[in-house]
Nanobody
Framework: QLALVESGGGSVQPGGSLTLSCAAS?????????IGWFRQAPGKEPEGVSCISVNGGSTDYADSVKGRFTISRGGAENTVYLQMNSLKTEDTAVYYCLKVGTVGGACRLGLRFGSWGQGTQVTVSS
C-alpha cells in the first residue's frame, strides 16, 4: 500500500506563502489515479482543498482557494506540492493528502480513499 507523508507546514502572517509537500513511498501505480489535499480546522469537518491527477492532466480547487493555491506534481518525483499564496487566517488548519478518485479522467475531491495521516499544521495569524 502506497503511503503518503505530508510536510511543509508552519506559521505565517496573513498574506504570506507556504508550500506543502505530499511524498509517496513509491511510484504511483495505475490504481492510484489522483492525489487530493484536504484540511481540517479546529471544530470543523475536513474539507477538500485541491486535487491533481497522477498524470497531471486534471486539477481542481475549492472555491475558497482558487487563485491563491496551486497544486502540482513534481515531475519524476513521487511528490505532489501545494503552493499556497496570499494566506488568510481562515486557511489555518491541519492539511492532509489522500488518494482520490477520478471521473472521466478528472480528479474528484469527493472520492477520497484511505485514512488520515499525521498531516501538517498551517497557522496563519498576525
Amino acid at each position: 500500500q502506497l503511503a503518503l507523508v505530508e510536510s511543509g507546514g508552519g506559521s505565517v502572517q496573513p498574506g504570506g506563502s507556504l508550500t506543502l509537500s505530499c511524498a509517496a513511498s513509491a511510484a504511483f501505480t495505475p490504481d492510484f489515479p489522483a492525489i487530493g489535499w484536504f484540511r481540517q480546522a479546529p471544530g470543523k469537518e475536513p474539507e477538500g482543498v485541491s486535487c491533481i491527477s497522477v498524470n497531471g492532466g486534471s486539477t481542481d480547487y475549492a472555491d475558497s482557494v482558487k487563485g491563491r493555491f496551486t497544486i502540482s506534481r513534481g515531475g519524476a518525483e513521487n511528490t505532489v506540492y501545494l503552493q499556497m499564496n496570499s494566506l488568510k487566517t481562515e486557511d489555518t488548519a491541519v492539511y492532509y493528502c489522500l488518494k482520490v478518485g477520478t471521473v472521466g479522467g478528472a480528479c474528484r475531491l469527493g472520492l477520497r480513499f484511505g485514512s488520515w495521516g499525521q498531516g501538517t499544521q498551517v497557522t496563519v495569524s498576525s
